[in-house]
């Protein structure tokens, strides 16, 4: 197997590839920590990763980052990354299309926040007096902060709550739940969703930006990451499956890949809910954090990418359907792969017993009721991440472990644990970032507030 490098005294050890981990190990090598990471896949990325699509690369399920992911953005500057450059940035501008009804059209307009979101759900076209005096009454209760519920409850019981119509419900809050939560509004925590919008409307105009990405997934952040990672002196290994950890006494001593032995003062295990679960499995000092972790639940996020001629295109690089099996439509033309259409279906659904190629036939047959003057597709490709996130349902918070765990020297980051995000990439570069910080801390040169996280 390949020779690891592991410096003393102070050795950390990082157990995942994917952004959460990748994000700790950009911190810890830029205090000065030698950091070996391993990575069970051939590469880097974990649920936000490329994978080949004809004569493209595509991403494994299409996403999406807003100017609030502050975290993500710092973290490119970071390492070297041209945000300008490498990120199409556009004010909020939706169209939410209908198959059999009227369309929904909000656009931001360039006033400080919040009065930008006010403004454009004032001037929405789509709907009528009823719905914009109802959008405009939550919009302002969270500016006053009055919406926060003592008690999480779900998003549907907020909306019920705030009394906001069944057109307003349909055309904007279930699709923007679906988007940031990938939960269903009946089961989707009021309380995570509201820290979104917060976040995302009542801070500055541009946190609500919309900030679609010029390459891939994997060029965008995990290569430059590693490259980064490895220039500052740590060690990135691929295709390393961590089989087993070695904990003795409450204190972590090392994993074990196969046979194989990698000791380790300070362990951080980035990898998913599942893999966790895993690896933790029988150790009687995490038995706590195993019984949360095992009531977790998930979501599915399919990505249907489309190939047509060049010549296709939208007048938006993303607009909406309100009632059909789409949900999210992107124009991948922003990547330099004009006429490649990216379809996103969130959460469970019928759609989830259809054979791929009934639904790419299906999502084609929509586009065409969408857009009647677009050929025919040349090429489909559907992607099923039947686990892609954790379904952030009422009072999932109180199972979200912390980044510090009771066994000495292990730490957990990513997306599912305690930073008030939904499973996102922001929520994980969050965990990571914390993370480090928090290691930083514990071995002594430096406290938690030298890592900036906005």
């Not at 060690?235 to 090392?254: D, F, T």
């Amino acid at each position: 197997m390949a020779e690891f490098h592991l410096a003393e005294p102070h050795s950390v050890v990082i157990i995942g590839g994917g952004w959460a981990g990748l994000a700790a190990a950009v911190k810890l090598t830029q205090k000065g920590h030698p950091v070996t990471l391993l990575e069970s896949a051939r590469q880097a990325g974990g649920r936000a990763r490329r994978v080949a699509f004809a004569n493209y690369t595509v991403d494994n399920g299409q996403h999406l980052l807003i100017g609030a992911y502050h975290t993500i953005l710092e973290l490119l500057n970071d390492i070297g990354i041209d945000v300008q450059q490498s990120l199409l940035r556009q004010p909020l501008n939706l169209t939410m299309h209908s198959l059999h009804g009227k369309p929904l059209r909000l656009k931001t307009p360039p006033l400080p926040a919040p009065l930008h979101l006010l403004f454009a759900l004032l001037s929405a076209r789509g709907l009528n007096i009823s719905d914009r005096l109802s959008a405009l009454r939550f919009g302002y209760a969270l500016f006053r902060g009055k919406l926060f519920p003592t008690t999480d409850i779900s998003v549907a019981e907020l909306l019920q709550q705030q009394k906001q119509t069944d057109r307003l419900i349909q055309a904007f809050w279930q699709p923007l739940c679906l988007a940031i939560m990938n939960t269903p509004l009946q089961e989707a925590s009021a309380t995570i969703f509201l820290q979104v919008l917060s976040d995302a409307f009542l801070r500055q105009r541009r946190d609500a930006d919309l900030l679609f990405p010029h390459h891939d997934l994997g060029a965008l952040f995990p290569e430059p990451a590693m490259h980064y990672i490895e220039q500052q002196g740590g060690h990135v290994h691929l295709g390393m499956r961590v089989s087993a950890l070695k904990i003795e006494n409450g204190k972590i001593c090392g994993v074990y890949i196969d046979n194989t032995f990698i000791p380790a003062q300070q362990l951080l295990l980035a990898t998913s809910v599942r893999a966790s679960l895993a690896l933790i499995q029988g150790q009687k000092d995490l038995a706590s954090l195993q019984a949360n972790l095992a009531q977790f639940h998930f979501q599915p996020v399919t990505t249907i990418y489309l190939q047509y001629p060049p010549e296709v295109q939208l007048s938006q690089p993303m607009q909406g359907l309100i009632d059909g099996y789409a949900e999210w439509i992107f124009d991948r033309r922003h990547c330099g792969q004009p006429g490649m259409i990216s379809v996103v279906i969130s959460s469970h659904g019928p759609h989830m017993d259809e054979s791929k190629e009934q639904l790419g036939a299906r999502i084609a047959a929509e586009l065409a009721q969408l857009f009647p003057h677009w050929p025919a597709t040349r090429a489909q490709f559907v992607i099923r991440e039947k686990r892609a996130t954790f379904s952030s349902r009422v009072n999932i918070n109180r199972l979200r472990p912390e980044n510090r765990t009771s066994v000495k020297g292990l730490w957990l980051a990513g997306d599912y644990t305690n930073n008030g995000y939904p499973a996102t990439l922001e929520g994980a570069v969050r965990s990571g970032v914390q993370c480090a910080a928090l290691i930083n801390s514990e071995i002594g040169q430096d406290t938690p507030d030298s890592f900036h996280s906005s």
